[in-house]
């Protein structure tokens, strides 16, 4: 018998090289065909499901239709190079096919404005369409080339077919790894795709010119005079019954199943502890990848020669699950030593911390993957044994990678849609490992080659290393430094399909939203709130009538509320997680119960797609801070979207775009103000405590002062603003920091951001690796200070000359202010504190300097009534009242100074002041009672 291991040397190095590269055009194409279609379809958890269960869906159809076919055909290689040329073909065409079919799909949603549940209908269809042929196409080529190669009656069957997809595992990887780290950024996604598609023709070609040469025969069957001497005898492999043959095929559908769960939750719980970038994707499916290379390049050595392959196979499968389980604590030693790492990154380089991420996600997943590498190529030889003689090897091969790859959609879509948002990540692992394990025993049972010892023992033992894995499984996954935290007290806790979502509560009461335990989404501090209220009402004030408003981004809800202020006939806000919607009944009332007001439609869709469906217009569109180095972010920042967002704005609308200072490099900053200005040309840029602003409208930006002002006097506004100290029109335009022509050759030399060149996202996780979050923050308060108008904007306000001199003593105190918090980032407490000084005496309502100085005299009076100095104490709380009347610390503090002194008396009126404003506080009630005995006593 001829061996077609060796027949052909030069024929079997080229095929293996085709493959290598056509795995890696498969890998290049996945990552691409997924970002462009979610620009489309959206950035939701479900919308990227479909997406990929539709590019394996394909694979799964194509492999088990030109399974079946192959076996009848003549020339495998001219069969192997026509799809590979078809799938190079339709690459080159997708990006025009769904720019086309993007249209008729816009076109279909605003005709019919479909439920939820046709949504994801309209979805699967739209991605199937499109994606169903290259996948059909890719699908097919590894029963082709594994009866190309591969004889049937062959001895080493296993061998063959475990070296065949291996190579084409590790092109695999490296083209997550390429597409990732080097083409995308480098070049951009077309240009990308246009790589992939020519090097696919380029493989096509290679093996056509190969056929021609040959004659179209198959590689088995030419130059047998260059067999090699009979392999030697080996013990007789028992036989395999066609009942276990089709539990092979079972098991070969659950393994698939079980892949790509693990998968799904392994990449949700990794960028938990790593920073969910780009490059961190490609990282963890390189890893993923790289596993499952090494497990079946492993097996491939031995598989032809194990006599009982059925055990082993149980055995692996059985070491999967308890793996699977027992490893759920491996997480949070892991998270500990790559938080240290972070700590410690920066006397590295990118490269060194990129090492870093890929070790941990090598711990993490490289012994699963591995395993799973190794039980493919077993199910697919121990599938193919009955059948061996019968010339069906290509139909075998086709069927079962079919079914292991159903069984990966399956997984994919059951675990990112259905288990992880029902029943979370760790129950989702534990279920999955159970899987793994009852597989293993039922392979274990039914082996005709196993005696019943044998079996005994397999199940006695498992069950016991099952029941003692079950008993290291911890309450929760716990890595976060937050949630281990005594301080904070977790109340919140909801996993959906994009995201973590929990709520923190600490021992004064302060409620803290945080997204994937890296993100903090706002709070309910005085100072939060102050910031997310200013942000909420800064786009608002400067439009002179509100009426159609969107927001984009809910967050804690208290920023969205201001908008219900202004009396609009519709407010809409898009918000993508469930777990934030669901979270935001803890910020309630600080957000005025925005979201359970009938005329706010709350929207759970993805912002971009959603302002690409809806037919709707706006007065006012408000995008959100969004994390720009987070994977998927970065198209909400492209020239693209902006366009969108003008193309939705009502005549005299406005758009807002918020930004943050602290993630950005001054030069990704730039990037960011450049695109903008290229949709909306005469931009103004606001700066406030934390966040900066960019403001546009097709028009230009022109603030009628007449029309702002009497926005402050409408009651539920003037109210709102009172409360949270506010109420000061000045105040709101002081933040201006420049416009139009300066802020044009501020951004100048910088590129802009677009879908097919995406710079933002991939170059903000370096800006975040170089710089801390302070030093990102303090460089562009420095540039933005550097280019800051020297006068008030008298180009885009409409204002008496009285207004401009009162803002020019704003202005000037801002300045300070400004110059105060680079001190501060720079530890200068003393610098920072004198700046502060001058921006109050300039200005009393310099609402940051208010904040500080009434900090800093409040730790102070503390600091002199420790060192019992009662009078330069109460010196320095009176100076606290002086900054800010409405401090109840203040007053705690003074009432308790004068208790403490025995000045009843005083004690009792400043507790009344304290009640004034908290009319609800049980301390002052308590101590007027007390205070008032000791007083009649007296």
């Not at 007449?706 to 933040?735: G, M, Q, S």
């Not at 370096?766 to 420095?782: A, G, I, R, T, V």
């Amino acid at each position: 018998m001829t061996n077609s291991t060796n027949t052909l040397p030069a024929g079997r190095r080229l095929f293996f090289s085709l493959y290598f590269f056509s795995g890696f055009c498969a890998l290049v194409y996945e990552v691409l065909w997924t970002r462009m279609f979610t620009q489309i379809l959206g950035a939701t958890g479900v919308a990227v499901g479909l997406v990929l269960a539709c590019f394996m869906l394909g694979l799964a159809l194509g492999s088990y239709y030109w399974g079946r076919f192959i076996d009848c055909a003549r020339s495998p290689a001219k069969l192997y190079a026509q799809l590979e040329i078809g799938i190079g073909l339709y690459s080159l065409l997708l990006p025009l096919l769904l720019k086309l079919a993007g249209k008729f799909y816009i076109y279909i949603y605003q005709g019919i404005h479909p439920s939820l549940s046709a949504v994801y209908v309209l979805q699967f269809i739209f991605s199937g369409v499109l994606l169903l042929v290259p996948t059909f196409l890719m699908g097919g080529t590894f029963p082709i080339l594994v009866r190309l190669m591969v004889d049937s009656a062959d001895s080493q069957v296993g061998a063959n077919v475990s070296r065949l997809y291996a190579v084409n595992l590790l092109g695999a990887v490296l083209g997550s790894y390429i597409a990732g780290f080097w083409w995308i950024p480098a070049i951009g996604v077309t240009q990308t795709n246009l790589l992939a598609g020519v090097l696919n023709l380029f493989i096509g070609l290679t093996a056509y010119l190969y056929y021609q040469k040959i004659v179209g025969q198959p590689i088995s069957e030419e130059n047998k005079a260059q067999a090699p001497e009979a392999a030697p005898k080996r013990k007789r492999r028992p036989p395999v019954s066609k009942r276990l043959s089709y539990v092979i095929l079972f098991i070969a559908a659950m393994t698939g199943f079980i892949a790509l769960t693990y998968e799904v939750v392994w990449t949700r719980i990794i960028s938990l502890i790593i920073d969910n970038t780009v490059y961190a994707v490609s990282l963890m499916l390189s890893t993923y990848l790289l596993g499952l290379f090494c497990g079946s390049i492993m097996i491939s050595r031995s598989i032809d020669y194990k006599y009982d392959l059925v055990h082993y196979l149980a055995v692996f499968e059985i070491v999967l699950g308890l793996y699977g389980m027992l490893h759920i604590p491996l997480f949070g030693q892991v998270g500990a030593v790559f938080f240290q790492y972070k700590i410690d990154k920066f006397a590295g380089s990118w490269f060194s911390f990129v090492q870093g991420q890929f070790i941990l996600c090598g711990a993490i997943m490289f012994i699963p993957t591995f395993l799973l590498g190794a039980i493919f190529p077993m199910a697919a030889k121990l599938y193919h044994i009955p059948k061996q003689a019968a010339g069906k090897l290509g139909t075998d091969m086709g069927l079962i990678y079919a079914v292991n790859t159903a069984g990966a959609v399956l997984g994919a879509l059951g675990a990112s849609l259905i288990f992880i948002p029902a029943i979370g990540s760790r129950r989702t692992i534990i279920i999955a490992a159970l899987i793994c394990i009852i597989m293993g025993l039922i392979l274990a049972v039914i082996n005709p080659r196993a005696t019943t010892r044998k079996k005994i023992y397999t199940i006695v033992i498992t069950f016991l290393l099952t029941w003692g894995g079950t008993q290291t499984i911890q309450s929760d996954i716990a890595f976060s430094e937050q949630a281990g935290s005594q301080e904070h007290r977790m109340i919140f806790r909801k996993e959906d399909t994009s995201s973590l979502i929990e709520v923190y509560e600490d021992l004064q009461g302060v409620k803290t939203l945080v997204s994937n335990r890296q993100q903090q989404e706002g709070s309910t501090s005085r100072i939060s709130i102050y910031s997310q209220k200013k942000q909420g009402y800064l786009p608002l004030l400067i439009h002179p009538k509100p009426e159609y408003i969107l927001n984009i981004g809910l967050g804690t809800g208290i920023s969205l509320a201001p908008s219900i202020n202004f009396s609009p006939e519709l407010v809409e806000c898009v918000e993508l997680s469930e777990g934030i919607i669901t979270a935001n009944k803890f910020f309630a009332k600080q957000g005025n119960y925005v979201i359970y007001n009938p005329l706010v439609n709350l929207i759970k869709s993805d912002g971009r797609n959603y302002l690409l469906l809806t037919d709707k217009k706006y007065d006012v569109i408000t995008a959100d801070l969004f994390s720009p180095y987070k994977a998927g972010t970065g198209s909400l920042y492209t020239k693209e979207h902006y366009e969108q967002c003008k193309m939705k704005l009502r005549p005299g609308g406005i758009m807002c775009q918020w930004l943050p200072p602290h993630q950005l490099s001054p030069e990704s900053l730039k990037i960011i103000i450049k695109t903008f200005m290229s949709v909306f040309p005469d931009t103004t840029l606001w700066l406030t405590r934390q966040s900066v602003a960019l403001i546009g409208a097709p028009d230009g930006i022109k603030i009628d002062y007449a029309a702002y002002k009497a926005h402050f006097e409408v009651n539920k506004i003037k109210n709102d603003l009172t409360v949270n100290r506010l109420n000061d029109p000045y105040e709101f335009l002081t933040c201006f920091v420049m416009g139009g022509e300066d802020l044009a050759g501020f951004a100048s030399g910088s590129s802009i951001n677009t879908d097919n060149n995406p710079i933002i996202e991939f170059n903000t996780p370096k800006d975040f690796f170089y710089l801390s979050d302070e030093e990102l923050y303090e460089q562009n308060l420095k540039e933005l200070t550097k280019h800051r108008k020297q006068k008030i904007f008298p180009d885009y306000l409409k204002a008496p000359e009285s207004v401009y001199n009162k803002l020019e003593e704003y202005y000037n105190a801002r300045t300070h202010t400004i110059r105060a918090k680079i001190y501060q980032v720079d530890n200068k407490y003393t610098d920072a504190q004198a700046e502060f000084e001058a921006a109050y005496n300039i200005n009393p309502n310099e609402p940051e300097a208010k904040v500080f100085l009434e900090r800093h005299y409040l730790d102070k009076a503390g600091d002199l009534f420790r060192i019992n100095s009662p009078k330069k104490a109460e010196a320095a709380l009176k100076k606290v009242i002086e900054i800010e009347p409405l401090s109840i610390d203040a007053h705690m503090g003074l009432a308790l100074l004068y208790n403490d002194n025995k000045d009843y008396k005083k004690a009792i009126e400043k507790w009344k002041d304290v009640l004034k404003l908290e009319p609800c506080n049980m301390e002052a009630n308590g101590y007027i009672k007390s205070t008032g005995r000791k007083l009649t006593e007296k």
